[in-house]
């Protein structure tokens, strides 16, 4: 893990983790996605999007200035939207691209996390937060 990944883990992805076990013991129903597909005019170097980089695109950016998105960012920003209306509207959610059912979030079992990639949906296992939980627990003072 590089120091990129260690910051994000702290600053993001740990907290949000720490969010949804607590909301799925106390019985929510909670689905995980994480948004992979960087847009074509994102200003960060990573490989993958930056944080809040879903934010243009599942608010339409890529229609509202074409000249600045590719067909690619414009179908993902399609994909966003669906996915979000439909699990809104129906409580459906896509396939993922093996043809598995998007796995919901169990504090007793665990879940990996859904990735949106450009080609769809796939899995990733979540990185392990107990350092950071550990971490955080001695400065708390607990």
């Known amino acids: 893990m590089g120091w990129k990944e260690l910051i994000g883990d702290i600053l993001f ?3 949000m983790q720490f969010m949804w076990e ?3 013991e106390k019985g929510a129903n909670v689905y995980l996605q994480e948004i992979w597909s960087k847009p074509s005019f994102s200003v960060f170097s990573a490989e993958y999007a930056g944080h809040a980089e879903d934010v243009f695109m599942l608010f339409g950016y890529s229609f509202l200035y074409p000249f600045l998105a590719t067909d690619e960012d414009r179908d993902t920003t399609l994909r966003m939207i669906r996915t979000l209306a439909d699990f809104a509207w129906e409580g459906k959610l896509p396939s993922l691209e093996d043809g598995s059912d998007w796995p919901k979030y169990s504090t007793s079992a665990g879940s990996p996390v859904v990735q949106q990639t ?3 949906y796939s899995i990733e296992e979540p990185r392990d937060c107990e350092l950071i939980r550990f971490l955080s627990s001695i400065i708390e003072g607990s």
């Open 13 to 15: 992805r740990c907290p």
């Open 22 to 24: 607590a909301l799925s």
């Open 118 to 120: 450009d080609s769809g």
